[in-house]
């Protein structure tokens, strides 16, 4: 067996971060690891229940033996897996402080190179959470951007039920289809955000938020748009949905909308709200202002799309070059560990408040 890398969490900001970066390429590449000082010096060290949930299902769903990662430990240790056992059907119940998309985000890359199509069944988590992308984000702009950009196969996602803090009862399904044998992921090369051609979105609110809740986080979202030159004249294109929640749900509002391009971007701004402590007016003003921020700041992907696309991108063919609104934190930690991790090779440009990336990766194939 290879030497283990070794990462020192402490040295990288957000050691759940530092963890899903690396196993992404660990679990894809069959590389062995250790993460060190693992939330070290923090109210609450160690692993953590979120952090074990990703550990858990990323080795079995990538035929791994046996990682450690249990509660409290402020080590991690993944010993690889087989690439030729990425195939099946996996569940998974991690704890309402886990985000299911996040948990997604962090395991498909495995199954594109798996020998057959994969399934994977969350029977409970959150779908929405303050600091993560929400489940409607991941579908309508991250799943679109995998396959019209970099061509990868068909990925779907089936929402069975939401579900947030404090119960996490959220319940979801997804499959992926592998590449096809010696295919990999397309180079991209996006430079100009272009005119927004039309914005979309969803509003849901779940079974005990009133009706007239829609109808006032749509209209506070026209009116945040109508005011900013680039979206007044815009076509806006808002679906509403009352969808049932778990037992015990105190009624919800989420709302995620994204911008489309004349240059083929997909931009996205989210909020979310619970009954009682915010309006309605304050969640749809709150999700527009976010899309405007994206806008402005004049990148081809957001902010929740720059914390994840060097993971695919890193596997691609080289090179793909991509500019970016203001480089987040999220972005630099996930090139900082590929470069620990692979021979992949980033180069960051600034130019005024955003920056051009160009990414070499290594054109793994299935």
Not at 114 to 141: E, K, R, Y
Not at 244 to 255: K, S, V
Request: aromatic share 4%; with cysteine; charged share 20%.
């Amino acid at each position: 067996m290879a030497h283990p890398t070794t990462i020192s969490a402490s040295e990288l900001p957000g050691s759940s971060l530092v963890l899903r970066n690396a196993l992404i390429l660990a679990s894809v590449l069959d590389l062995p690891l250790r993460i060190l000082d693992f939330r070290q010096g923090r109210n609450k060290p160690g692993i953590q229940p979120a952090d074990s949930a990703l550990v858990r299902l990323t080795d079995r769903v990538s035929g791994g033996r046996n990682a450690e990662a249990r509660l409290g430990d402020e080590e991690v240790r993944w010993e690889g897996g087989s690439r030729w056992e990425w195939e099946g059907e996996w569940n998974a119940s991690p704890g309402p402080t886990t985000s299911l998309p996040i948990l997604f985000q962090a395991v498909f890359p495995a199954l594109l190179f798996a020998n057959s199509p994969s399934q994977l069944h969350f029977l409970a988590g959150s779908t929405d959470l303050p600091d993560a992308p929400p489940l409607d984000h991941t579908i309508n702009v991250l799943l679109t951007f995998l396959q019209t950009h970099l061509g990868a196969p068909a990925i779907s996602i089936t929402l069975l039920q939401r579900g947030s803090l404090p119960l996490g009862r959220a319940q979801l399904s997804a499959q992926v289809q592998p590449l096809s044998e010696g295919q990999v992921l397309r180079p991209v090369t996006l430079l100009e955000q272009g005119d927004v051609v039309t914005i979309r979105g969803s509003i849901v609110i779940t079974n005990k938020m009133p009706t007239h809740t829609l109808t006032r986080a749509r209209d506070a979202i026209a009116e945040v748009l109508s005011l900013h030159h680039r979206a007044a004249e815009v076509p806006l294109d808002l679906t509403t949905a009352r969808e049932a929640a778990a037992e015990g749900d105190r009624g919800e509002i989420y709302i995620t909308i994204w911008a489309e391009t004349s240059t083929g971007c997909r931009l996205g701004g989210s909020s979310s709200g619970e009954r009682g402590r915010r309006t309605p007016e304050e969640v749809g003003r709150e999700a527009a202002e976010a899309l405007l921020r994206e806008l402005d700041g004049g990148g081809c992907i957001d902010s929740w799309m720059q914390a994840f696309h060097p993971s695919p991108k890193r596997l691609s063919r080289t090179p793909s070059t991509l500019r970016l609104g203001p480089l987040t934190k999220r972005a630099q930690l996930a090139m900082d560990v590929a470069t620990k991790l692979t021979g992949a090779k980033f180069e960051v440009e600034q130019e005024g408040e955003g920056c051009i990336l160009r990414v070499w990766g290594i054109s793994w194939y299935r």
